[in-house]
T-cell receptor, first 114, second 115 residues
Framework: GENVEQHPSTLSVQEGDSAVIKCTYS??????FPWYKQELGKRPQLIID?????GEKKDQRIAVTLNKTAKHFSLHITETQPEDSAVYFC?????????????FGTGTRLTVIP | NAGVTQTPKFRVLKTGQSMTLLCAQD?????MYWYRQDPGMGLRLIHY???????AKGEVPDGYNVSRLKKQNFLLGLESAAPSQTSVYFC??????????????FGPGTRLTVL
């Protein structure tokens, strides 16, 4: 099955700086890559996703890049704010007909220091 | 719209006891999932369902059973709980998108402790 590795496990940045989280995947058939944010004690929530037919996607301060050849994808958060502090999970799946079984990375705890 | 709800929120079991976790969604989603979340291990898929009356195994199905008798409900059962099943359990649901299942919406989680 798919194996997703995520780095770093913890990340501290000063408010206003950028944060980058990186993930690699093993199955070249994977074609859907969502990122979830989980605040302490809360449920995971989708913040951005990318499909394998594009290399980059941006939504305000958040961007995701995908390198299919190298099988890695990254989350970029610019102008970080204290409310960005949370655990971020990357995931990968083969999005075809049927259920979208996600394989998650182990998470990155991001702390934004005011 | 309540979205995805889970009951109970917390539960403490003794080894060998059984229990059922209930997940309900009011978004008319076809697909439903059960995950467990353990420290340092992310979320792992236990079982999933592609529609009413269907279930399938995920990454870590051993020790769990599921049923989807109604489209809006997905039940996760532990027949004989073990300490290794101490975890936070999340249910999720998604609908059919243009390329397959779309965004997964998660419930608030159930924190289960097995003594």
């Amino acid at each position: 099955g798919e194996n997703v590795e995520q780095h770093p496990s913890t990340l501290s940045v000063q408010e206003g700086d950028s944060a980058v989280i990186k993930c690699t995947y093993s199955d070249s058939a994977s074609n859907y890559f969502p990122w979830y944010k989980q605040e302490l004690g809360k449920r995971p929530q989708l913040i951005i996703d990318i499909r394998s037919n594009v290399g980059e996607k941006k939504d305000q301060r958040i961007a995701v890049t995908l390198n299919k050849t190298a099988k890695h994808f990254s989350l970029h958060i610019t102008e970080t704010q204290p409310e960005d502090s949370a655990v971020y999970f990357c995931a990968a799946s083969m999005e075809e007909t049927g259920a979208n079984n996600l394989f998650f990375g182990t998470g990155t705890r991001l702390t934004v220091i005011p | 719209n309540a979205g995805v709800t889970q009951t109970p929120k917390f539960r403490v079991l003794k080894t060998g006891q059984s229990m059922t976790l209930l997940c309900a969604q009011d978004m008319n989603h076809e697909y439903m999932y059960w995950y467990r979340q353990d420290p340092g291990m992310g979320l792992r898929l236990i079982h999933y369902s592609v529609g009413e009356g269907t279930t399938a195994k995920g990454e870590v199905p051993d020790g769990y059973n599921v049923s989807r008798l109604k489209k809006q409900n997905f039940l996760l059962g532990l027949e004989s709980a073990a300490p290794s099943q101490t975890s936070v359990y999340f249910c999720a649901s998604s609908s059919q998108g243009p390329r397959g299942a779309g965004e997964q919406f998660f419930g608030p989680g159930t924190r289960l402790t097995v003594l």
